[in-house]
């Protein structure tokens, strides 16, 4: 379900409309060079979601290097920039940054709350989307540390050439108003 998701929503040859966060255009689908991508849905104001910003900085170092680019997506279309840029600072994510206003990406990768992380291959496949590990178990139920680091799971099997298993997962977080 999650690959026919994809392809009927497949952003094609035009460039997607994402922007940095100077207001550019950017479609991070576009690199050929790379192993996958990686989307961490997220919002300035989620608690659960800036708890992981060392997870996530820890997988941009871990994998980054290594065929994976890494991206934060922020999905709240009423977030300025220069709040954006304050939360990145305060929270040192170390990957770049992309606004998705129309939730172009959102609604490409099925994501439901932040943080959620969606991988896709070099041919726009999604290949995962889920959750960054099983911290979370429920809203108000937190283990001490993960069990299951799923988004690092999921990045060793692409790069070695396998598809992730399993290919989703739920994710525990703030959900993503809909912009209907």
Known sequence: MLLALAASLSLGAQAPP???????????????DIEATVFVFVRTDCPISNRYAPDVRRLGESFGGRGIAFWLVFVDPGESSEAI???????????????DSAHMLVQLAGARVTPEAAVFGPDRELLYRGRIDDRHSGFGRVRPRATSRDLERALVAVLSGEKPSPSTTDAVGCYIADLR
């Not at 100077?22 to 690199?31: A, E, F, Q, T």
């Open 18 to 32: 994402l922007s940095d966060l100077d207001g550019r255009s950017v479609d991070p689908l576009g690199r050929k």
């Open 85 to 99: 840029r304050a939360h990145l600072r305060e929270y040192d994510y170390g990957v770049e940054a992309l606004r």
